[in-house]
C-alpha cells in the first residue's frame, strides 16, 4: 500500500499539482490516520419458549401446552457481527526548512568539484541524509532561486547553481522503472473522482498513455465511439517551460485502442470544449 501511495501522488502531479511548504512545526503526530471508530450497538433477544409442563396436571393442560407457538428469536440487524474495521494507513512527512546558500556554501562546493563553474554539494547535505531516507514524502524549503542563467549571488539577490537541485532531490530516487500491480491499477480505478481529472487518468492507466502525451491530448485525438486515442502530440520541455511539441520518438506517433469498459469516460473527455482535455 505504500508503494501505491507515492505512485497515485506521482500520477496527480503529472497534472501540474504544486504545493507550496509554508513553515513546520517541530512536532509532528505519528499516529495512524483513520477514521473515528463508530461503535455498533449489539443486543441479543432471548425468550423462554416453553416451559415444561407440570406432571401433576392433566393431559388436557398437557395438550393446551403443546398447543402454543414456539416462539423465535430471528436476530436483527443489530445482533450481526460487527463490520470490519476500516484499515488505517500511516504517512511519513519530513519537512525541512531555509535552505539558503550563501557564498562561502557554493564556493566551497565548486572547490570540492575541482571545475571552474561546476559545483559539488555532497558535503553539504550528508548530515541530514539518514534523516530524509524512507520517508514517504520529504519537502525542503528552498529559500533561493536556482538558476544557471546569472552567476551565483550571495546577500541581498541570491542565485544558486542548478547543481544544488540535484542535491536535494529524493535520496530514494531510482532508475528501476516501477509499474502498478493489477491490485493497484483497480484500487484506483474505482477510487478516482467522477471527473475530466480522474478520466483522464484511468484513460492512462487502461491504454499505457505517457503523463507527457494525456497533456497534450485534445478532443479531435478521441473517436467520436471512443474506441480510439491518436497519439499526434505531446508535452516537452523547453528552458524549463512546457510546450506542446512532437511525441518522444517516431514510434510514439501510434493509435490506441481503448477498452470497452473504459470508452465512456473516452466520449466524455472528446465532449469538452477546451482545447486540450485537461485544459
Same mark, same amino acid.
Given at each position: 500500500m505504500k508503494g501505491l501511495k507515492k505512485k497515485? !501522488?506521482?500520477v496527480f502531479c503529472a497534472a501540474i499539482i504544486s504545493i507550496t511548504a509554508v513553515?513546520?512545526?517541530?512536532?509532528?503526530?505519528?499516529?495512524?490516520?483513520?477514521?473515528?471508530?463508530?461503535?455498533?450497538? &449489539?443486543?441479543?433477544?432471548?425468550?423462554? &419458549?416453553?416451559?415444561? !409442563?407440570?406432571?401433576s396436571k392433566g393431559g388436557e393442560d398437557q395438550s393446551s401446552s403443546q398447543a402454543q407457538p414456539e416462539s423465535s428469536? +430471528?436476530?436483527?440487524?443489530?445482533?450481526? +457481527?460487527? +463490520?470490519? +474495521?476500516?484499515p488505517s494507513y500511516k504517512v511519513s512527512l519530513l519537512c525541512v526548512g531555509d535552505n539558503l546558500i550563501h557564498d562561502n556554501i557554493y564556493l566551497e562546493a565548486e572547490k570540492k568539484s575541482g571545475?571552474?563553474?561546476?559545483?559539488?554539494f555532497d558535503d553539504a547535505y550528508k548530515p541530514i541524509e539518514s534523516y530524509i531516507k524512507g520517508n514517504d514524502l !520529504?519537502?525542503?524549503?528552498?529559500? &533561493?532561486?536556482?538558476?544557471d542563467t546569472v552567476p551565483p549571488r550571495s546577500f541581498p539577490t541570491f542565485a544558486t547553481p542548478k547543481a544544488v537541485a540535484d542535491k536535494v532531490k529524493s535520496?530514494?530516487?531510482?532508475?528501476?522503472?516501477?509499474?502498478?500491480?493489477?491490485?493497484?491499477?483497480? &484500487?484506483?480505478?474505482n477510487s478516482l473522482p467522477d471527473d475530466r481529472l480522474g478520466w483522464s487518468i484511468r484513460l492512462m492507466l487502461g491504454t499505457g498513455m505517457r503523463t507527457?502525451? *494525456? *497533456? !497534450?491530448?485534445?478532443?479531435?485525438?478521441?473517436?467520436?465511439?471512443?474506441?480510439?486515442?491518436?497519439?499526434?502530440?505531446?508535452?516537452?520541455?523547453?528552458?524549463?517551460?512546457p510546450k506542446i511539441g512532437t511525441p518522444k520518438t517516431k514510434s510514439s506517433y501510434?493509435?490506441?485502442?481503448?477498452?470497452?469498459?473504459l470508452r465512456r469516460y473516452a466520449i466524455q473527455l472528446r465532449a469538452t470544449d477546451q482545447q486540450y482535455i485537461l485544459s
Open positions: 497515485l !501522488a506521482a513553515g513546520c512545526g517541530t512536532e509532528i503526530y505519528d499516529g495512524p490516520l483513520k477514521k473515528s471508530d463508530t461503535s455498533l450497538d &449489539t443486543s441479543v433477544v432471548s425468550s423462554d &419458549t416453553s416451559s415444561k !409442563a407440570d406432571e428469536s +430471528a436476530p436483527d440487524a443489530s445482533s450481526q +457481527a460487527p +463490520a470490519a +474495521a476500516e571545475q571552474k563553474g561546476k559545483y559539488n !520529504a519537502i525542503i524549503n528552498q529559500e &533561493t532561486i536556482v538558476t535520496p530514494n530516487t531510482s532508475s528501476k522503472k516501477d509499474s502498478f500491480t493489477a491490485a493497484e491499477i483497480t &484500487t484506483m480505478m507527457q502525451e *494525456l *497533456l !497534450a491530448l485534445e478532443p479531435k485525438h478521441i473517436e467520436e465511439d471512443g474506441s480510439c486515442i491518436h497519439i499526434r502530440q505531446a508535452v516537452t520541455m523547453v528552458k524549463g517551460t501510434r493509435d490506441i485502442p481503448v477498452p470497452e469498459n
